[in-house]
């Protein structure tokens, strides 16, 4: 059974960083792209960030370019985001998806991020 | 304002059939498959449609999906009260090089 388990999610001050991690299991995880999809509150999804199966390429949302680094580790069968420079606007439940994140059939629950002062 | 183009709100009563647009443009829609979802409150969003009008194992044949030119469409037929939810279109866009979504559909079952 697939499974991504998102976790570093919290409450941070604006223009601080926070690292979210997602543990796979149950599938191929080097055979996958991976993403992230956010969706602040009470709004719709947004698509963030993915990462191609080996790291050699990631796409971004223009919101986070420059701010947000989506990398992974495939001995370890995680994804990672590290958001730094964050904002009010940052503020949303992250979801790590299997796949491009536009059309992924496995979703983890999510993690919160807070930011406020 | 989303790159993908959805009505904020749709209704019909209980067994009856629902349709729900996603309009983009060649740089997405038109030259890319589309994906619908389904959430609930709280929860992660659900896959209910994948290149265009394909249903992943266990989604009932009550959802379709459609695709021409720029635009998309997800039908619900015989609609039921647990149907109510927002749903979701997606896809890739080549321009941004970018995922990208609509701004999400509230379906509510009268």
């Known amino acids: 059974e697939v499974q991504l388990v998102e976790s570093g999610g919290g409450l941070v001050q604006p223009g601080g960083s926070l690292r979210l991690s997602c543990a796979a299991s149950?599938?191929?995880?080097?055979?996958?792209?991976m993403s992230w999809v956010r969706q602040a509150p009470g709004k719709g999804l947004e698509w963030v960030a993915n990462?191609?199966?080996?790291?050699?390429?990631?796409y971004y949302v223009d919101s986070v370019k420059g701010r947000f680094t989506i990398s992974r580790d495939n001995a370890k069968n995680s994804v990672y985001l590290q958001m730094n420079s964050l904002r009010a606007e940052d503020t949303a439940v992250y979801f790590c998806?299997?796949?491009?994140?536009?059309?992924?059939?496995?979703w983890g629950q999510g993690t919160l991020v807070t930011v406020s002062s | 304002q989303s790159v993908l183009t959805q009505p904020p709100s749709v209704s019909a009563a209980p067994g009856q059939r629902v349709t729900i647009s996603c309009s983009g443009s060649?740089?997405?829609?038109?030259?890319?498959?589309v994906s619908w979802y389904q959430q609930l409150p709280g929860t992660a969003p659900k896959l209910l449609i994948y290149?265009?009008?394909k249903r992943p194992s266990g989604i009932p044949d009550r959802f379709s999906g459609s695709k021409s030119g720029t635009s998309a469409t997800l039908g619900i037929t015989g609609l039921q009260t647990g149907d109510e939810a927002d749903y979701y279109c997606?896809?890739?866009?080549?321009?941004?090089?970018?995922?990208?979504f609509g701004g999400g559909t509230k379906l509510t079952v009268l």
């Open positions: 998806a299997k796949g491009g994140g536009y059309g992924s059939a496995k």
């Open positions: 149950g599938f191929t995880f080097s055979s996958s792209w």
């Open positions: 990462i191609k199966q080996d790291g050699s390429e990631q």
């Open positions: 060649s740089s997405n829609i038109g030259n890319n498959y």
């Open positions: 290149e265009n009008n």
């Open positions: 997606g896809t890739w866009d080549n321009s941004l090089s970018a995922g990208v």
